[in-house]
């Protein structure tokens, strides 16, 4: 069975701080994708890593994934309240399906 | 172009009842995935059909079922409900990998 540990839990921070989401595992993952999730939506794309070592940056977004596959981080820089919400990792294993970490819930107050 | 779409939005069953949920996948993706979402157990993979044929099923009871259609619509059925049922459904769909998977808005069951 592959899991996927996702830390922190819980996040609460100040406008303008930066923060760094980790998501571990000990399987490797052909691909790994963040996704941000509203309260009553369903959970919404936000990037796909494919090769180890892979770095993609969407505006103050950064993901890396890790050189083995089996781990990713999410960095945000200058976090703003637009920024709240729920971020799940999930990698893509063998037989088309997502395993998902825990999540991570931010809250950045202004 | 119009995204997934899960229909109802929201359901109140008894236990012992039966549901069917439904979704219609973003038109030309032929892979729609199932899960269940709880604040206990997150996100967990319910199944996965692909030209009307399930090509994965994670660790549910029997009373979890699914089909898909040739226009790539698919439902999923859960029979003989119980409280710990009570959950966001969601359903996604993928023009395969890479590209991830687009999700819907989920349909949230409660079961009393």
């Known amino acids: 069975t592959q899991l996927l540990e996702q830390s922190p839990q819980f996040l609460s921070i100040q406008e303008g701080e930066n923060l760094t989401v980790y998501c571990n595992s000990s399987s490797v993952f052909s691909s790994l994708q963040w996704y941000r999730q509203e309260p009553g939506e369903g959970p919404v794309l936000l990037v796909t890593v494919v090769t180890g070592g892979e770095v993609k940056k969407l505006k103050r977004l950064t993901f890396q994934f890790g050189d083995a596959r089996k781990d990713s981080s999410l960095h945000i820089t200058a976090a703003q309240p637009g920024d709240t919400g729920l971020y799940l990792c999930?990698?893509?294993?063998?037989?088309?399906?997502?395993?998902f970490g825990g999540g991570t819930r931010l809250m950045v107050k202004p | 172009k119009a995204g997934v779409t899960q229909t109802p939005r929201y359901l109140i069953k008894t236990r012992g009842q039966q549901v069917t949920l439904s979704c219609s996948p973003i038109s030309g993706h032929r892979s729609v995935s199932w899960y269940q979402q709880t604040p206990g157990q997150g996100l967990q993979f319910l199944f996965e059909y692909f030209s009307e044929t399930q090509r994965n099923k994670g660790n549910f009871p029997g009373r979890f079922s699914g089909r898909q259609f040739s226009n790539s619509r698919s439902e999923m059925n859960v029979s003989t409900l119980e409280l710990g049922d009570s959950a966001l459904y969601l359903c996604a769909s993928s023009a395969g990998q890479p590209y991830g998977y687009t999700f819907g808005s989920g349909t949230r069951l409660t079961v009393v």
């Open positions: 999930a990698g893509d294993g063998a037989g088309n399906m997502l395993t």
